[in-house]
Every structure is written in C-alpha cells, then in structure tokens.
C-alpha cells in the first residue's frame, strides 16, 4: 500500500471508544482506507437497516447520511478512493452488524483486512462496564481453584495471570486435573479459559444490548397503541394492519431473544468441581454458534428503538407523524430480523 500507513500518516485517528463498542457503528479508519477524507467518517446501520456513511452526527442536527456510491461527492475523488476504498467500504457494508465479534468472523470468513487490531476487542472501559457478566463463569472458577471467591477478573485476558499465580500445591494439583479434564497441558490452560472467557464476554456485552432493548420495545408498543386508538382512521384502514404487525414482530423477536439467553443461563456456567470436556466444548461451541444471529438481530431492534427515543424524545408527537415513522422506519427489514431469529441455531 503506497505511502498512507498508520505510523506514516499523522491524520490518522484513534478509533474511538464509541465505534469500537459499538454494535451498529464503524469507524472507516478502522480499514487502510488510502483517502485521507475517510478518516473522519464511519459506516453505519440506520433505521431502515441499510449501510449508510455518517457524516455528522449531533443534538438536534440528526444524522448526515449517505450511500457509499456518493463518497466522491463529499470527499476528495481520486483513484484510491474509487478502486481501492470504495469497494473495500462496501465489503465491510456487507456486514449484517458491527461489533467486535462480527468483524472477527469477516477477518476469519471473507479476509476483510483491518488496519489494527484495536477493533477486534472491546475496550477496557467496555470490559469493566460487563464485569458482572464475567464474574459468572470466574468466581467459581477462582474459588474451585483458589478457594476464594473475593478475587474479581472482568478480562478474559486476567485468567491468564491469574493460573501463572498459582504456585501453591493445592492451587496448582486443582490446575494440573482441571488441564487433564480439558486435555491440555499446564502452559496452554491459561489460554484455552482466555479463549472461552471471550466468548462468555460475547454474551454480556450481547445481553446488555437486549436489556436496554427491552423496556424500550414495550414502551415503543404503548406508543404505537396509542397512535392507533387516537387516530382517525377508517374502518379496515391497511395502516392499522402495518402498525399491528410491526409492534407484533419487534414482540416476536425481542422475546425469542430473551428466551435464548435463558437457556444460555442454563447451559453455559460450570460447575468446576464435576467439570467434563463435552460440557466445556460444547458451551464455548453453542456461544460461538449464536454469536452471528445475536448480532444481527439485536443491532436491527437496537437502531430501530434508539431512532425512535431520538426523533420523538418530546411527548406531543402528531398521530400522522407516528404513523408515517412506523411504517416507513420501522417496518423495513423486520421481516428480515423475524427470518434471521427463526434461523437462529436451537439448543
């Protein structure tokens, strides 16, 4: 790549915090993107689920968006930019949301290359923010092999530390039949319960989306409820029907979602004492399995409610205008999400 890399270009921004969290934000600089008009910008998943351009975002201003075909209009047009950076833009479009861990399967699956390794993790504050998530796979794992349960890890990465810590002979016997029940050696247990522990972080930081998605799609359905009984509308009017189905869909998906982490509440915290190998293999397996569909569906209902707190944060909203929102914002791309839920790997 000709003379724009990371260490060569002062212009190039630290991504943010904002976007590497995110589940339906990208920064493009987060690419080797060659225009220097990109570093600026970042991709995102709208209201009506289409990949946009963000070109402002503000209070009161809304969101400045725009399809990726239109990049030469706001940014310099020269030939990295229209060979290089615009296909690579629509690659990453192709994405269904933008999180970590579905950037980590594009790299895997499809070879989207990413300018660091940054984005592929959640950041530190993000970690510490889903500690609570995290504490239910490593407290018993801590006090099963520490016997004490006040030590607290929120990093996967702790673990690591954590097992070269121990150097007593009852810590270590418990390590030595705990690397036999999940056939590794000693040196490699550290990073096969890392290795799991991301994946168990996967689940908090996808539950901590479905529990601010919650409240908001039952106050969302009171909206559009309202909407129908105070409007005028004819007998038989086709929009009633739409409003119905839209609140019913968002009903359908959010609970199928809170129903699968019920059984992930089941299934995926040990008990380490009795530990087996097909019980180890196959909660990382069926976390791994769900983490796509999770994504996809929690980032379509998130930006979908989260357009609607924004736009009618006041409370006197016209009838018309609840309407035309829920049927031209809100219904596009739930039949899609209802279909991605409905293929979504059983237990």
């Known amino acids: 790549m000709p003379g724009s890399t990371v260490q060569q270009d002062s212009e190039r921004l630290v991504i943010d915090r904002e976007d590497r969290d995110s589940i339906n ?3 493009c600089v987060a690419l080797p993107v060659r225009n220097r008009g990109l570093f600026r910008l970042r991709l995102i998943k709208n209201v009506r689920l289409e990949t946009r351009v963000e070109l402002f975002r503000g209070s009161g201003m809304g969101s400045g968006q725009f399809g990726i075909d239109e990049l030469p209009n706001y940014v310099n047009r020269d030939e990295d930019l229209i060979k290089h950076d615009i296909p690579l833009l629509k690659e990453a479009a192709r994405l269904p949301a933008f999180d970590c861990y579905s950037l980590r399967r594009a790299v895997r699956s499809s070879g989207i290359d990413v300018e660091t390794a940054d984005v592929l993790s959640l950041s530190n504050e993000k970690k510490r923010e889903l500690a609570g998530h995290m504490r239910n796979l490593t407290r018993p794992l801590v006090r099963h092999v520490f016997g004490d349960a006040g030590m607290d890890i929120t990093d996967p990465s702790s673990l690591r530390d954590i097992m070269q810590m121990a150097d007593k002979a ?36 996808y539950r ?18 309202e909407a129908m009984e105070r409007g005028s509308f004819r007998k038989g009017d086709p929009a009633i029907k739409r409003m119905k189905q839209v609140s019913s869909a968002m009903d359908h998906v959010v609970k199928s979602v809170v129903e699968r982490f019920r059984e992930f509440d089941r299934r995926a915290v040990f008990d380490w004492e009795v530990l087996t190998l ?6 990382r397996q069926q976390i791994l399995e769900h983490q ?21 944060a006041k409370p006197n909203v016209g009838i018309q205008q609840r309407v035309d929102f829920v ?3 809100l219904q596009p ?6 279909q991605v839920e409905s293929s979504a790997p059983r237990f």
């Open 25 to 27: 934000t990208f920064a």
């Open 170 to 205: 009852a810590a270590r016997k418990k390590l030595e039949l705990l690397s036999e029940v999940l056939e590794a050696d000693l040196d490699s247990l550290p990073e096969l319960l890392e290795d799991y522990g991301d994946a168990f972080l996967s689940l908090g930081y």
């Open 208 to 225: 901590s989306y479905l529990n601010l998605i919650v409240p908001r799609v039952k106050e969302l359905q009171g909206w559009i409820e």
């Open 278 to 283: 097909e019980e180890f293999r196959t909660a």
């Open 292 to 312: 796509a569909t999770l994504a996809e569906v929690l980032c379509g209902i998130a930006v979908k409610v989260f357009e609607w707190r924004s736009r009618f």
């Open 327 to 329: 049927l031209s914002d």
């Open 333 to 338: 791309g739930l039949d899609h999400l209802l």
